[in-house]
């Protein structure tokens, strides 16, 4: 047994359990603000579109994707556990299956692929064989939204080898080379923010703010004018344009 299978098979029991605690409804209400206020910009208007949640874990964006109104959201995981989790906690439309297998019997057919905290799970060379996946289920105009650890956070390292599953850290660049070399047409950077979702997470945001800012400065003083993102995670929205003509 692959090592990664052998800790995928108890990944709750033996990892989010302990880093999380075990996923309630309040836990969901919680993410679903979170979401509300970061993630929603990322979602189409057009509550029709197909969206998966690749890698979606108990289900938290999948379900409240669908209590906002997206009524085709999906979501895969390749944990049996974490989709116990989902089901337990009333989540439908999800299911266990491994990345690869699914996208690639799924041309054209999604309007958003959601990859969450997946990429770094994957090896160079299996990340570009993903993304390769994703491009050909996307229709035209279609978006891939991934959340990555950044390799420019000072922090980064918390959540690169917080999962011993984990394989790879990101910057923007390396993030604007692989997804040029896919083929997406347009490429946006975002950090991942905290949000103000109650009176402890309001009391932090400034403070956040303030650190924030003394990193930015300090890289202004090595390198220079420019924007830099120094959340320990990424977010990058990749949009696929026309079909691409055979080589």
């Known amino acids: ?32 603000a979170y979401f509300q206020q970061r993630w929603l910009r990322f979602f189409p208007q057009n509550k029709s579109s197909r969206i998966v949640d690749v890698g979606c874990g108990n289900g938290s964006l999948v379900a409240w994707l669908q209590s906002v109104g997206y009524a085709h959201a999906e979501g895969i995981d390749v944990s049996a ?11 439908w439309n999800v299911q266990q299956a491994s990345l690869k297998p699914y996208l690639s019997t799924r ?37 891939l939204i991934a959340q990555v650890p950044n390799a420019e956070s000072p922090f980064f390292g918390r959540i690169r080898y917080g999962d011993f599953t984990h394989d790879l850290a990101f910057s923007v ?4 080379q692989i997804f040029a070399v896919v083929g997406f047409d347009e490429l946006a950077m975002h950090p991942v923010e905290p949000a103000i979702i109650s009176v402890r997470s309001a009391l932090r945001y400034p403070l956040w703010r303030a650190v924030s800012a003394l990193y930015q400065m300090l890289l202004f003083a090595e390198l220079g004018p ?22």
Request: aromatic share 8%.
């Open 173 to 176: 660049t390396s993030l604007q």
């Open 81 to 91: 556990e974490q989709i116990e989790e989902a089901r337990r906690l009333n989540v």
């Open 226 to 247: 420019g924007r830099r993102i120094v959340t320990q995670g990424i977010i990058v929205v990749a949009t696929k344009g026309a079909p691409r003509q055979e080589m």
């Open 107 to 143: 041309h054209f057919s999604y309007d958003v692929i959601v990859m969450r905290d997946v990429l770094e799970h994957f090896a160079k060379d299996e990340v570009l064989d993903i993304l390769d996946c994703c491009y050909a289920a996307l229709r035209p105009g279609g978006r």
């Open 1 to 32: 047994m692959d090592y990664k299978q052998r800790l995928f098979e108890r990944y709750v029991s033996t990892h989010t359990s302990h880093r999380d605690g075990r996923a309630t409804r309040a836990h969901f209400r919680h993410q679903a």
